[in-house]
């Protein structure tokens, strides 16, 4: 059974910063691609499909993100641990929103949500201006 558990989420002021962890167990971590999404507020009931990707990791290493986040948002793994971070600075009230890890069955990384077949249950994150 996979499971994907985050952590590290919480509230911070404009401008203040993030690491988000995701713990991935019942799964071979080192030879698949792993996203995080988010789901801003009001959008809690919309499918799974329409959560943004804003960043993801290839198994080689390779890493792509969304443009609202490049330069902010930085996604990394260690394999070792089986656990895929996101740091996160200059937080903007436009980041507050649900943040979820994901795992897609394959070394390379879809942007799409649908793609993916395993997530997590989802962590809070909340910047007020």
């Known amino acids: 059974q996979v499971q994907l558990v985050e952590s590290g989420g919480g509230s911070v002021q404009t401008g203040g910063s993030l690491r988000l962890s995701c713990v991935v167990s019942g799964y071979i971590f080192s030879r698949n691609c792993m996203g995080w999404f988010r789901q801003a507020p009001g959008k809690e009931r919309a499918p799974r499909d329409e959560r943004e990707g804003v960043a993801h990791i290839d198994a080689d290493g390779r890493t792509r993100y969304a443009d609202s986040v490049q330069g902010r948002f930085s996604i990394s793994r260690d394999n070792a641990k089986n656990t895929v971070n996101l740091q996160i600075d200059r937080l903007k009230p436009e980041d507050t929103a649900v943040y979820y890890c994901?795992?897609?069955?394959?070394?390379?990384?879809?942007?799409?949500?649908?793609?993916?077949?395993?997530w997590g249950q989802g962590i809070q994150v909340t910047v007020s201006s």
């Open positions: 994901a795992a897609e069955r394959g070394p390379y990384c879809s942007l799409a949500a649908w793609q993916y077949p395993y």
